[in-house]
């Protein structure tokens, strides 16, 4: 679903993502793990063609988005969960949830917001995966956050998308809601094999919840592995600052999986977990 090789990525002399290597299955979900700054987002906007590449490959569903392409034609690939919902509030969950298949109708038809029955039946489909049916009527802004954010992952399966990406999706969630929301996100992409790159802070939540937990430093990878090798050892090459050093910028080589880069004796602690 979504390969990657030696991707790289600047602005102006500013160095933010230092040859990138992942590849990413159907059904897999990958959590990226890393300080704020270490690449993680711009890695996202990558995938989702939001910023363009300096260098690499980067394939995602098929489309090569090295090359010109089409963002609507992007958009019936890949989908996004975001931080803050970005729902409209004053639209009925049914209708929010209904946005996600923009992308499949026309231009009028967007306009209009007329909408097929089946795309309707699908909408109720996606509601009832995160237990919502009971709310499908209702305005969005009468919802909780947890359910807001429940709605976001309606409105992505609503695109039947390939690739799901989710910038923080639990941030602003206390953590009973925030498992609720992850185990229903995991839930539904594996069952329809989507693949899964999900950001998070949250360790603890990372180990619950992904297949596969890749750790960026400084934009670069430092940690590609299961759940259980996520050690103390990784986690100090995740949240330990690396000082920049030309070789590393230069030398190009790929990280088997479950390895890691020993963080530098001579760094200092930028941040906890």
């Given at each position: 679903?979504?390969?990657?090789?030696?991707?790289?990525?600047?602005?102006?002399?500013?160095?933010?993502?230092?040859?990138?290597?992942?590849?990413?299955?159907?059904?897999?979900?990958?959590?990226?793990?890393?300080?704020?700054?270490?690449?993680?987002?711009?890695?996202?906007?990558?995938?989702?063609?939001?910023?363009?590449?300096?260098?690499?490959?980067?394939?995602?569903?098929?489309?090569?988005?090295?090359?010109?392409?089409?963002?609507?034609?992007?958009?019936?690939?890949?989908?996004?969960?975001?931080?803050?919902?970005?729902?409209?509030?004053?639209?009925?969950?049914?209708?929010?949830?209904?946005?996600?298949?923009?992308?499949?109708?026309?231009?009028?038809?967007?306009?209009?917001?007329?909408?097929?029955?089946?795309?309707?039946?699908?909408?109720?489909?996606?509601?009832?995966?995160?237990?919502?049916?009971?709310?499908?009527?209702?305005?969005?802004?009468?919802?909780?956050?947890?359910?807001?954010?429940?709605?976001?992952?309606?409105?992505?399966?609503?695109?039947?998308?390939?690739?799901?990406l989710a910038d923080e999706p639990v941030a602003s969630l206390?953590?009973?809601?925030?498992?609720?929301?992850?185990?229903?996100?995991?839930?539904?992409?594996?069952?329809?094999?989507?693949?899964?790159?999900?950001?998070?802070?949250?360790?603890?939540?990372?180990?619950?919840?992904?297949?596969?937990?890749?750790?960026?430093?400084?934009?670069?990878?430092?940690?590609?592995?299961?759940?259980?090798?996520?050690?103390?050892?990784?986690?100090?090459?995740?949240?330990?600052?690396?000082?920049?050093?030309?070789?590393?910028?230069?030398?190009?080589?790929?990280?088997?999986?479950?390895?890691?880069?020993?963080?530098?004796?001579?760094?200092?602690?930028?941040?906890?977990?």
């Amino acid at each position: 679903m979504i390969t990657i090789r030696n991707l790289r990525k600047s602005y102006d002399s500013n160095h933010v993502l230092h040859g990138i290597d992942m590849d990413v299955k159907a059904g897999e979900f990958v959590v990226m793990l890393g300080l704020s700054g270490a690449g993680k987002s711009t890695l996202l906007r990558c995938i989702n063609g939001l910023n363009q590449p300096d260098s690499g490959q980067l394939q995602v569903g098929g489309i090569d988005l090295m090359r010109k392409h089409s963002g609507r034609e992007l958009a019936r690939h890949v989908a996004m969960v975001f931080q803050h919902h970005n729902l409209v509030p004053r639209l009925s969950v049914r209708k929010n949830v209904l946005t996600g298949r923009l992308g499949q109708v026309s231009t009028l038809a967007s306009v209009l917001q007329f909408f097929r029955r089946s795309d309707i039946a699908l909408a109720e489909q996606c509601l009832e995966r995160v237990g919502l049916t009971h709310k499908a009527g209702e305005r969005t802004q009468a919802l909780s956050g947890g359910q807001m954010q429940r709605v976001g992952i309606a409105r992505a399966l609503a695109q039947r998308p390939q690739v799901i990406l989710a910038d923080e999706p639990v941030a602003s969630l206390d953590p009973r809601t925030a498992r609720s929301v992850l185990q229903y996100l995991r839930d539904a992409t594996r069952e329809l094999g989507i693949a899964v790159v999900c950001n998070l802070h949250q360790v603890d939540y990372a180990r619950e919840f992904g297949d596969r937990i890749v750790g960026l430093s400084q934009g670069r990878m430092v940690f590609d592995g299961a759940p259980d090798q996520l050690g103390d050892a990784a986690l100090n090459a995740i949240y330990h600052q690396v000082p920049a050093m030309a070789e590393l910028q230069e030398q190009h080589t790929p990280m088997p999986a479950g390895s890691w880069m020993p963080a530098s004796p001579m760094v200092a602690t930028t941040g906890g977990l």
